[in-house]
């Protein structure tokens, strides 16, 4: 599993010593503080990935951990995970990279379970309660449409999930309402569609026998 580059988050070269650890992380702590950056979510996010970065390196067990961690994950080839706070952005990125996936995925052959997942994943409770709380509508209308057009491989039943967490997100954004109803709808009729297709075909090509049979009898 790919591990964060903490040494990066703290603007430091690997062989940075304990007391450049305490000396950059008090200057960005000073940048990004809540107390200097009251209501500016975003400052509060990436403190806490400062925070994270400064107490793993400050802690004798937590840095020995973590550097032996680092470095297998090196020795192996493995990538940092991409340093990015959980923020209204990080979010945004996560739906646009899940949107590029599903569009290279095979649909006759990918498991639609293992999709609902990855999005319910993008959708997850702890994510929404942030953006709820930072309460840009433009981003998260922008995710929204990413969600609903990540959905097309799905069949209906698991579509019912996500439009759940959908919803949520739409609670105070009546566009955003309207889209997720508007496509839930679109969704449904199709689905009814196509269950019952089969069927009338069925009936129409009986139909359609029976009047040609009424007809050569005729003549």
């Avoid at 839930?184 to 359609?208: A, E, P, V």
């Avoid at 029976?210 to 009898?217: D, E, N």
Wanted: a positive charge; glycine letters at 2%.
């Amino acid at each position: 599993m790919a591990i964060k580059d903490y040494y990066k988050i703290l603007e430091l070269s690997p062989s940075a010593t304990i007391t450049e650890v305490k000396k950059n992380f008090r200057r960005l702590a000073l940048r990004y503080h809540p107390d200097t950056n009251q209501g500016n979510r975003y400052a509060e996010a990436w403190y806490r990935e400062i925070q994270e970065a400064y107490e793993t390196l400050t802690d004798t067990n937590l840095r020995e951990a973590y550097l032996q961690e680092r470095w297998l994950m090196k020795s192996q080839g493995r990538s940092f995970v991409t340093t990015m706070a959980i923020t209204p952005t990080f979010v945004l990125h996560q739906a646009n990279e899940l949107l590029k996936e599903v569009k290279n995925m095979d649909h006759f052959r990918m498991s639609q379970v293992a999709l609902q997942r990855q999005i319910l994943m993008v959708l997850e409770d702890e994510k929404l309660d942030l953006l709820s709380s930072f309460n840009d509508k433009d981003i998260n209308r922008e995710i929204g449409g990413l969600i609903l057009s990540c959905m097309f491989p799905l069949e209906h039943v698991l579509t019912k999930p996500i439009i759940q967490q959908l919803n949520k997100l739409a609670t105070y954004d009546p566009v955003l309402q309207h889209q997720v109803k508007s496509y839930y709808k679109k969704s449904s009729r199709q689905y009814r569609w196509n269950k019952y297709q089969d069927l009338l075909i069925f009936l129409m090509t009986i139909l359609l026998c029976g009047a040609i049979y009424f007809l050569s009898r005729k003549n």
